[in-house]
């Protein structure tokens, strides 16, 4: 007997875009088997007519309330209707504004949207969000030197989504797709200054999304041998010899979220960047 999924209503209440909100409500409701939730995404709330409409959908939907709103006023009003609804509300950030302030020894300076600040850490991701556009799939070979990673994999190894989250967190990343009959160009071969990594999955994983994507696509452009098995092991077989060739480090993606792939190549960044000024004086 199969046991059906509970619904709930989840309200999402922010002053801000409603990210940090929906990145840890979907933490906590994923470690709950069975349960889905309903999300109810306010962003961008920051008066009390903005509230209204907020309170007025909670009323017709009651559920758990998560909020981070940096006016007391607007919280204070919002906490005293869902008492009364009888639901109940959390602002997420009072823990770690607590220990913060407990640990510095300073009050808390208010700021609505700070995280999303105009600073330099914001044009160094946009800088690096449009160098992975310009170099995704292999798009101008001659200026890779400058970028900081660059993935090589065959198709459907998720290189450009792993990517442009690397982007979004600063890093000039590009990607070069390995095709088989066609040699990797030299000018990649010889690069120095960015760490290169390999990406592979498992012949059934890449075959699955190798069919859905020819189904997609109407099967245009494709030939039988994209989604053959044997081929398909031909080509993760080449990837294997590439990199344990040049030393390059090679990741398998098949169980892993881009998120999760993109954590370990940063790990590797690391490492690699600690590394470079000592092989650059040796």
Partial sequence: MRNSKHYFHLHLVSDSTGETLMTVSRAATVQYDNVQSIEHV????????????????????????????????????????????GVPAVNILDPVFAVFQSYLNVAQTPRVGGQHELDAEYFKRMEALNYTMMHDDGQDWNDLETADIVLVG???????????????????????????????????KALKKPLIVGLIASVERIQQIRRNRVLSLNSDGYTDTYVDRKEIASEITMTRRLCSEFGWPLIDV?????EETAAEILTLYKAFKARSPMESQA
């Fill in 254 to 258: 098949t169980r892993r979220s881009v």
């Fill in 154 to 188: 065959i198709s459907r190894t998720s290189k450009t989504p792993t990517c442009i989250y690397l982007a979004n967190r600063g890093i000039k990343a590009a990607n070069v797709p390995l095709v088989p009959g066609i040699e990797l160009s030299p000018h990649v």
């Fill in 42 to 85: 306010y962003p961008l709330v920051r008066t009390q007519k903005q509230l209204d409409r907020v309170i007025s959908e909670i009323e017709a939907a009651p559920g758990i309330v998560l909020y981070t709103l940096v006016d007391p006023e607007v919280a204070g009003r919002l906490e005293a209707k869902c008492r009364n609804v």
